[in-house]
């Protein structure tokens, strides 16, 4: 589950479309496979590069960020853990105050 814009979620319909996946909306490069991790991480470092940014990024490190950010604004902890897919309270160690 992820909240998704209306720009997002209108590209994301063009692309279903124009691409008509079978098993996994983003496939890898094998038949019934899914797009790779590595792969985006390599999409990430070539973001990151185009854009000038020298810190240390991971996909990890997003995922983190993503979850302080949604708690710094107040979101509630229990819709921050499903969104994350964790349903423990465990989480609370993983996303930092």
């Known amino acids: 589950m992820a909240p998704l814009s209306p720009k997002i979620l209108e590209?994301?319909?063009?692309?279903?479309m124009g691409y008509k996946p079978k098993n996994w909306l983003f496939e890898g490069q094998?038949?019934?496979t899914k797009y790779d991790e590595r792969s985006l991480s390599n999409v990430l470092k070539q973001a990151l590069t185009k854009s000038r940014i020298n810190k240390p990024v991971s996909l990890h490190w997003?995922?983190?960020s993503?979850?302080?950010?949604?708690l710094e604004s107040a979101t509630d902890l229990r819709y921050?853990?499903?969104l994350l897919g964790q349903s423990s309270?465990?989480?609370k160690k993983y996303i930092r105050t």
Not at 66 to 70: E, I, K, R, W
Request: hydrophobic share 25%; aromatic share 14%; proline share 0%.
């Open 30 to 32: 094998n038949e019934n």
């Open 66 to 70: 993503y979850a302080t950010h949604l």
């Open 62 to 64: 997003l995922r983190h």
């Open 80 to 82: 921050i853990q499903e």
């Open 11 to 16: 590209m994301l319909r063009e692309y279903y």
């Open 89 to 91: 309270s465990k989480t």
